[in-house]
């Protein structure tokens, strides 16, 4: 990207409706030339919202993971193929579950806020870790999110298996079993966030940096919608996962210790009842992600993955708009494409390109929080991890030295000011 008054453009220009018509020609990538082509956009009602978080500054490899028409702002479809829906996201991505060919997308490597849709990371993480069978039991610091937020309804001290918990994260968005689950799997909450960017690297999402593992909003989390399709195909690719992700409804039993009855919860993601051969996904929303979607369902042996970021409900609920994505990538020629989706692992330390650190996720920004790179980030963490022991181990021996000094140099002065032979009275 050519800097911050590009990007501004951009946005700028994608806040009209822009059809963009077909171009002639074989079915290839077109890499993005001069100016980005704007995305088909329809303007949402006016609506009171806070801020947008403020991104990191572009990282050109880290924009360039999956292929050089990727690196765009703007839109990039395959030469020759129909215009994409026109929607309210400010980024998306389509792209085949199983060949990982990307078939179309609208700013892929440009930063959001994932709200829910990090849910998916955090299954990516834990759920090859668990049991499902597993019993869990919850403590007060489970319960500990944000007020009026998604909550399943745990109780404290109420035991529940494992694959309850899943279900209770998927179905109903339940930030309270996502903490536990974060627990269960790392040992402690920090810990299991910590595991899901250990995650996110394996994966080649470069971007994608947590910060809680609800996804509710915390300073500095990020995400874009190539890495949504990332750590969405490596979801799908759970059997598990997939078994969930299609589950209507399920009960939460009942905790008779604790006086709570069983209760029932739905699943919120209506492309499951709505779209013929849908898989399931995720749906997402934080006053300051708005609404966020990852989708998938299969046609004609085919599956795709539809992920998006930014959008508004109106006109078109973030689901409906993953569904009109869906219906266009079904449309397109099986060999059409303008990326790939990198597979786990392929991108090593060396090879793959420094994230941005994520700035504040405020609605001012903080002079003191100046961002870094996500390379410095984890160079700062490897340090730690890895030095601050022998610092601890220096400190204390430095600390005894100097104790020891001290009270050879008191002892030193008393003897002087007392002479030679003489006591202290008892």
């Known amino acids: 990207m050519r800097g911050r008054a590009l990007a501004a453009a951009v946005t700028a220009a994608v806040l009209v409706t822009t059809p963009v018509p077909a171009v002639a020609g074989p079915r290839a990538a077109a890499a993005p030339a001069g100016t980005p082509v704007p995305c088909p956009h329809t303007v949402p009602p006016a609506a009171a919202r806070p801020p947008r978080p403020v991104p990191p500054p572009a990282v050109p490899e880290a924009q360039r993971v999956g292929g050089d028409a990727l690196a765009t702002p703007g839109l990039i479809v395959p030469p020759g193929t129909p215009a994409p829906p026109a929607l309210t996201a400010t980024s998306w991505v389509v792209a085949d579950l199983d060949s990982g060919a990307v078939l179309g997308a609208c700013g892929p490597h440009e930063y959001g806020t994932p709200a829910s849709t990090q849910k998916l990371l955090l ?6 870790k668990l049991d499902p069978k597993q019993l869990a039991t919850v403590t007060r610091p489970d319960l500990d999110i944000e007020p009026g937020s998604s909550a399943v309804g ?26 536990l689950l974060a627990r269960l799997g790392a040992g402690s909450v920090p810990a299991g966030v910590a595991a899901m960017n250990a995650k996110a690297r394996e994966l080649g999402a470069l971007q994608t940096h947590a910060v809680t593992p609800s996804g509710l909003d915390g300073r500095g989390q990020f995400t874009s919608a190539y890495d949504l399709a990332l750590i969405g195909r490596a979801c799908f690719a759970i059997p598990d996962f997939r078994r969930y992700a299609l589950t209507r409804s399920t009960t939460i039993p009942a905790q008779p210790a604790l006086k709570q009855t069983g209760f029932q919860i739905q699943n919120e993601n209506k492309l499951i009842y709505n779209y013929p051969g849908a898989l399931g996904g995720k749906t997402g929303f934080t006053e300051l992600a708005r609404h966020t979607y990852v989708g998938a ?44 989706l990198v597979k786990p692992g392929e991108l090593t330390a060396e090879e793959a390109a420094p994230a941005a650190s994520p700035p504040p996720a405020a609605s001012e920004p903080d002079p003191a929080d100046t961002p870094g790179t996500a390379a410095a980030y984890r160079a700062a963490e490897d340090w730690t991890r890895r030095w601050w022991p022998v610092a601890a181990g220096a400190g204390v021996v430095l600390f005894v030295l100097v104790t020891v000094l001290l009270i ?11 002479g030679p032979g003489r006591r202290r009275a008892a």
């Open 408 to 418: 050879r140099s008191r002892g030193d002065r008393g003897r002087r000011r007392r």
């Open 297 to 340: 369902a299969q046609r004609a042996g085919r599956r795709l993955v539809v992920t998006l970021l930014g959008a508004e409900r109106y006109p078109l609920a973030g689901w409906k708009q993953g569904a009109a994505l869906l219906d266009w990538g079904f449309s397109l020629p099986k060999d059409a494409s303008v990326g790939r």
């Open 154 to 179: 745990l109780v404290q001290g109420g035991r529940y298996r494992v694959e309850t918990l899943w279900l209770g994260l998927l179905l109903n968005s339940g930030n309270e079993a996502a903490n």
């Open 123 to 128: 299954a990516a993480t834990m759920m090859p």
